[in-house]
């Protein structure tokens, strides 16, 4: 007897972040992990062909509701609550993981929730009243009715703790990883292909994520105008889809001269992010908030000096192998980025501890350790599993 796993894989149907690229590192390795466990995916659309994980199905539940439409802010909630509820009572589904913060409200099976972070109440100023009241809602029932919370960082649970209450004990931590592609030793012609198809500059800085208020974009922007107009760096290169408040850090830019010099390039696909980072001089990570922070760790991994704010999950992730600075600080971003730049034992240092410190987070641990939730969920036992395998074998 196999038991059906169900987890909420919409986020890796769209431009894929960092909730996608979680789901998709899980359901790459699970399936080997844990032969007793039958995965499905549950998503609103197909996934691209070809995407679909080794060991996993797709199950396509409801109708995608692009951010556009009216209905989109009572999408998710509909979602769950009649799609995902219907589908897991008709299917014998003995557990659903909600991936990104939220569960149904009743479910005829385990559940499982990993909450990343609580950004909507540690920074709500960034975020429309609206959607803060929604997180919290779901987040709250959440801690009321999962059998499991999932969290990526010790400083998330202690905000699980602090903000709404959780026992700490009862929030599993489980770091990120990073994927292999991120890495110092590239193929020549696969970075030539990158800047070329990028049209990047030779020497620019880089941040990645998306273009909204919570990653402190206008400091970054601050931090890097001294360094960009003392010729340091060619340009500030910015990857990410834009979010909430991208037309004024836009805006804040042309206001600080650096049209030309900071470049918005959008979303970057995965099969050019690595070489993205790789060919950069340093990465910079001024955000308010993170649960975790995987642009710190794939710089790193990348072989590049980072230089991040030293808030929430950061210096979690970054060790002591990354330079902290106060967030909001431009002008010790400033200093940090000069420092970075012109000290060439500096840059020796940062890159070799953040290869070694990159070693510390894989995806194979993360993925174990979720089997290990999971089992321990649905009472599955080490020996209760040898002993299903003995008797299948004996069949």
């Known amino acids: 007897m196999r038991f059906k796993v169900a987890l909420d894989a919409r986020r890796a149907v769209r431009h894929v972040t960092g909730i996608g690229h979680y789901v998709f590192e899980l359901a ?20 691209p062909d070809g995407a679909l994980p080794a060991g996993c199905t797709q199950v396509v539940l409801g109708r995608f509701v692009s951010s556009s439409s009216p209905l989109a802010r009572f999408y998710s909630p509909i979602w ?53 009241r929604y997180m919290q809602l779901q987040a709250r029932i959440a801690l009321r009715s999962a059998d499991a919370i999932v969290s990526d960082s010790h400083s998330s649970q202690r905000d699980l703790t602090e903000l709404l209450g959780a026992v700490r004990g009862d929030v599993v931590v489980i770091h990120l990883g990073v994927n292999d592609e991120f890495s110092a030793d590239h193929d020549d012609d696969y970075l030539r292909r990158v800047r070329a198809e990028l049209m990047l500059p030779e020497c620019y800085l880089l941040h990645v994520g998306m273009v909204e208020t919570k990653k402190d ?18 340009s500030l290169v910015i990857a990410g889809a834009d979010g909430l408040g991208a037309r004024e850090i836009r805006s804040f830019a042309s206001a600080l001269g650096l049209d030309g010099k900071a470049r918005f390039i959008g979303f970057v696909p995965q099969r050019l992010l690595p070489g993205l980072y790789a060919l950069a001089k340093a990465v910079v990570f001024p955000s308010r908030y993170e649960g975790f922070g995987l642009p710190v760790l794939e710089g790193m991994a990348s072989g590049v ?59 194979a641990e993360s993925a174990a350790r979720h089997v290990a939730v999971y089992r ?10 040898a002993r299903r395998k003995a008797a299948t074998n004996r069949a």
């Open 305 to 363: 000096p980072v230089v991040a704010a030293e808030c929430s999950s950061i210096p979690e992730v970054a060790g002591d192998a990354a330079v902290l600075f106060p967030p909001g600080d431009s002008a010790r971003l400033t200093e940090a980025l000069r420092a970075v730049l012109s000290d060439a034992d500096l840059r020796a240092n940062l890159i070799r501890r953040g290869l070694s410190r990159v070693r510390q987070f894989t995806w």
């Open 80 to 132: 769950l609550n009649t799609s995902v509820s219907q589908h897991v009572s008709r299917d014998g589904v003995a557990l659903f993981h909600g991936t990104n913060s939220a569960i149904p409200l009743r479910l005829p099976c385990r559940t499982v929730c990993t909450i990343h972070d609580l950004s909507f109440m540690r920074v709500p100023q960034v975020y429309g009243r609206m959607y803060r």
């Open 217 to 234: 974009i206008e400091t970054l922007l601050a931090g890097c105008a001294d360094v960009l107009r003392a010729r340091l760096v060619e």
């Open 376 to 385: 321990k969920v649905l009472h599955l036992g080490h020996e209760s599993v």
């Open 28 to 47: 790459k390795r699970m399936p080997v992990l844990a032969p007793e466990l039958e995965f499905q995916l549950l998503v609103d659309r197909p996934l």
